[in-house]
């Protein structure tokens, strides 16, 4: 679990221009997607692994978590979220983004050092991380102005509380809304934030944290 304060610029640059995005889906269900437009880097850093398959980037979709003493909490609340609003169409999208404001960018519950996805194949950062437990992110803060390397611990996970809050998290965006799912729980990939390093052209890596 996280003790200490990530430093401003990543509260700032990533978690904080997170949230501002997820408010504006708040306030555009019916476009999402226009919303999210130039977002790529923000939304998809890049994974950075090395082991048996070699060294590997990839980009991934990472989300915060919850805090670990409220996972079980999460999950419960996403699996009954599921249920009740399968197939409604792009209302479901209020109530993601009602649920990521309330867990995901509320200070009281949530671990923004904690970062999560899904591997939708077992590929080369699979591999990697089954073998290393090590995992490289490079955010860039759009459109140039800086970039944060995160190195962290990373674990995958086939059960459990991590599995069903990243696949329940994902179904709620990408298959509640239609009722209709393309693909079946992948593995979750949680990656702990241990060390975070400014790389923009001012500070040249600095390391920043811890
Ligand atoms: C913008 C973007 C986001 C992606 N997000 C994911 C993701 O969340 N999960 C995933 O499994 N693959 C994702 N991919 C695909 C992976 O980057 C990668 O191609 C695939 O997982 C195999 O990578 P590897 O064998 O190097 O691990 C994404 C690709 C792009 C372009």
Redesign the pocket.
């Known amino acids: 679990m996280t003790t200490l304060t990530p430093p401003d610029i990543y509260m700032k640059e990533f978690y904080l221009a997170r949230k501002s995005l997820v408010e504006k889906m708040l306030s555009n269900t019916k476009n999402i997607e226009e919303v999210f437009k130039f977002a ?1 880097p923000l ?2 850093p890049m994974v950075a ?1 090395y082991g048996p ?1 070699g060294i ?7 989300t915060f978590t919850v805090n670990k003493k409220y996972l079980n909490q999460a999950v419960e609340y996403l699996r009954n979220l599921n249920n009740e609003l399968w197939s409604k169409g792009h209302i479901v999208y209020a109530a993601a983004a009602k649920f990521l404001l309330e867990w995901i960018y509320n200070p009281e519950r949530s671990d923004p050092l904690t970062l999560s ?5 077992k ?4 591999t990697n991380i089954k073998a290393t437990g090590e995992a490289a992110i490079g955010v860039l803060i759009p459109p140039d102005r800086g970039a944060l390397e995160l190195r962290a611990e990373a674990e995958i996970y086939e059960e459990g509380p991590y599995y069903e809050f990243v696949n329940l998290l994902h179904d709620l965006m990408h298959a509640v809304p239609r009722g209709e799912r393309s693909h079946p729980w ?1 593995p979750a990939l949680i990656l702990r934030v241990k060390e975070i390093y400014d790389n923009s052209y001012q500070s040249l890596g600095k390391k920043i944290y811890p």
């Open positions: 790529g939304l998809s692994t398959a590997n980037v990839a980009p991934f979709m990472l996805t899904h591997l939708m194949i590929g080369h950062t699979y992948y």
